[in-house]
């Protein structure tokens, strides 16, 4: 892993979660993007160098409106940069860690993202996620 590249937020109402992030950040957010395949709507802030992705479903069965009624609004997952995601997603799987994407997909902010499972990452979702070229 390269570094954190962003902190994924599952929330409710991306547009009120927007001003207070905007308050809380002292800054705006740069971009929303949606992701249709995943029936989702993104906005990033940056901040030091890290990344906030807000995530907001976009229909009641994908998976940030099934996050947010089994737990609430809240940290949804940690993305990684990586050199190569699919040597990640190899190396990973072969040392035991189970991959939600056996392939890459495409994902917001021009990434290519693949998703380990959180129950063998301490229930922490991780994303794993390279620029696209």
Known sequence: ?????HIGIAVKNLEESNRLFEKLLGKSH????EV????????????????????????PDSPIAKF????GEGIHHLAFEVADIEESISSYSSNGFTLLNSQPKSGADNKRIAFMHPKTTNSVLVELCQEKK
Do not use: Q
Not at 37 to 55: M, P
Not at 68 to 71: L, V
């Open 30 to 33: 740069y971009k929303i993007e």
């Open 1 to 5: 892993m390269e570094k954190l590249e």
């Open 36 to 59: 249709a395949s995943e029936g989702v709507r993104t906005s990033f802030f940056e901040v030091g160098g890290v990344k906030i992705e807000l995530l907001e479903a976009t229909n």
């Open 68 to 71: 947010i009624d089994r737990r």
